[in-house]
């Protein structure tokens, strides 16, 4: 059995490629997953890189950015190559079979998740206490939203 589910952050934006002779969309970035760690012990984390292919490529490029939570299923694949010294390098890459984006926005657009639209957390406070939602989100989202569910403005730690 070869099966993978990872959480976990972008590190970076997906860069999207098409390959030469079925013109068919691929998609690479890596995901920074918390490791368990011990109380009282430094966070640590392992940083995969995962791969997608056609239509879900084309769209974790249009909607995912360097730091959003993302979902991944899928299997790992190892592969080596001859480095420009002749020596060569092991590679383990995810293959995703699936991709759930677990925070949304076009990354053309300014705002964190839900959409994009959603003001930055800083402005946010000084502008309004509401929050803008796309028309993707339900009517009355904010309201059903427990009060112990906060927007956090931390940044990603790479």
């Not at 002749?86 to 926005?105: C, H, N, P, Q, S």
């Not at 929050?131 to 009355?140: N, Y």
């Amino acid at each position: 059995m070869n099966s993978v589910i990872l959480i976990g952050r972008l590190t970076r934006d997906p860069e999207l490629r098409y390959t030469s002779g079925s013109q068919m969309a691929v998609a690479k970035f890596s995901i920074a997953v918390d490791r368990p760690t011990r109380q009282g012990k430094e966070r640590e984390a392992d940083f995969p890189r995962i791969t997608v292919f056609g239509k879900q490529a084309e769209n974790c490029e249009r909607y995912l950015a360097k730091g959003r939570m993302v979902g991944i299923q899928g299997r790992l694949q190892t592969g080596s190559y001859q480095d420009k010294d002749g020596k060569t390098v092991y590679t383990t890459d995810v293959i995703a079979d699936r991709v759930e984006f677990l925070e949304w926005g076009d990354r053309k657009e300014t705002g964190s998740s839900f959409g994009g639209s959603q003001q930055s957390y800083a402005t946010q406070e000084s502008a309004s206490s509401t929050v803008e939602f796309d028309s993707a989100e339900p009517d009355g989202f904010e309201a059903e939203m427990p009060d112990s569910f906060q927007t956090i403005d931390e940044d990603v730690p790479f």
